[in-house]
T-cell receptor, first 115, second 116 residues
Framework: DGGITQSPKYLFRKEGQNVTLSCEQN?????MYWYRQDPGQGLRLIYY???????QKGDIAEGYSVSREKKESFPLTVTSAQKNPTAFYLC??????????????FGDGTRLSIL | AQSVAQPEDQVNVAEGNPLTVKCTYS??????LFWYVQYPNRGLQFLLK??????LVKGSYGFEAEFNKSQTSFHLKKPSALVSDSALYFC??????????????FGTGTKLQVIP
């Protein structure tokens, strides 16, 4: 079955450490997204990518970095500059971005906590 | 700037009763509207969408939503609630304009609790 796989499901970060969250999709989707979910705040966009080797900042990109070297993969690095990283991180993908009437497909998330 | 409001943090309904989860939006031009459901520690699952045409949209698991342009609303409904419908529901909007990136804005979510 096609879908989005996020790993790990749970992740713990030490002070001053960078951590990387994995997101892989086999839906052949062009566009991929990273969201942060905090209780009562809905989803906030961190980064998005419409095509391989291109990505754009979302609303809360500070302290995060991404890469898009392959169509299937869109890893997110939470750097030590992100002072409040504890959250539930969701990766999503959608068919070509310009078809804006298409829904996004989501992975099952990674829960990041500070040690 | 576009926005989505889900005025109720939580909705409680008895099993077998009809349910409504409210959503209002603000966007430039015509909207594309979406409802998603999230179960604990899972990602969002798509339920239904409004693009154009009939104001009543039918989706997965017996859910439907009514688009009201004059009230800028897109309320989610189900005629008979099930305990298994208990989850967090998100409304989302994006402009229908083509070309370039069109941002999706999500509401803050409404927790639906169906009481046996």
């Amino acid at each position: 079955d096609g879908g989005i796989t996020q790993s790990p499901k749970y992740l713990f970060r030490k002070e001053g450490q960078n951590v990387t969250l994995s997101c892989e999709q086999n839906l052949n989707h062009d566009a991929m997204y990273w969201y942060r979910q905090d209780p009562g705040q809905g989803l906030r966009l961190i980064y998005y990518s419409q095509i391989v080797n291109d990505f754009q900042k979302g609303d809360i990109a500070e302290g995060y970095s991404v890469s898009r070297e392959k169509k299937e993969s869109f890893p997110l690095t939470v750097t030590s500059a992100q002072k409040n990283p504890t959250a539930f991180y969701l990766c999503a993908s959608s068919i070509f971005q310009d078809l804006s009437n298409q829904p996004q497909h989501f992975g099952d998330g990674t829960r990041l906590s500070i040690l | 700037a576009q926005s989505v409001a889900q005025p109720e943090d939580q909705v409680n309904v008895a099993e077998g009763n009809p349910l409504t989860v409210k959503c209002t939006y603000s966007v430039s031009g015509n909207p594309y509207l979406f409802w998603y459901v999230q179960y604990p520690n899972r990602g969002l699952q798509f339920l239904l969408k409004y693009i154009t045409g009939d104001n009543l949209v039918k989706g997965s698991y017996g859910f439907e939503a009514e688009f009201n342009k004059s009230q800028t609303s897109f309320h989610l409904k189900k005629p008979s609630a099930l305990v298994s419908d208990s989850a967090l529901y998100f409304c989302a909007v994006r402009p229908s304009s083509s070309g370039g990136y069109q941002k999706v804005t999500f509401g803050t979510g409404t927790k639906l609790q169906v009481i046996p």
